[in-house]
């Protein structure tokens, strides 16, 4: 028997890693010119199919702002501020590197 190659070699997996991953996400990122009205309905209609269906974790892809007015973002703290407020929101925090950190939320429900 010979050396395994790169690709015969199994990768190694944190068998926590799913347990904290977003069941579901929507993607603010791209849309351009939306208002704070048009976020805060696609955001409420998201989160409500997610909570018919029993999620407890989402992720919210907000994109960094680097293409908004003035280079500064424009969803990401709408967003925040926006879900920090409601009862059913447990936390709201900038999302994992691996899941896009700065340029998303992720969303934890009570």
């Not at 009205?37 to 999620?55: Q, S, T, V, W």
């Not at 919210?60 to 293409?67: A, E, R, S, V």
Request: hydrophobic share 35%.
């Amino acid at each position: 028997m010979g050396k395994l190659g790169k690709k015969d070699r199994k990768k190694k997996v944190n068998k926590y890693d799913n347990l904290s991953k977003p069941q579901a996400e929507f993607d603010f990122h791209g849309m351009g010119g939306l208002t704070q009205n048009m976020m805060r309905e696609m955001a409420d209609e998201f989160i409500e199919e997610c909570r018919d269906r029993g999620l407890t974790k989402v992720l919210f892809i907000t994109g960094k702002g680097l293409h908004s007015a003035k280079g500064m973002p424009v969803i990401k703290p709408f967003l925040k501020k926006y879900l920090s407020g409601k009862s059913f929101v447990n936390k709201v925090y900038e999302g994992r590197f691996d899941r896009g950190g700065s340029g998303t939320l992720e969303v934890i429900f009570n």
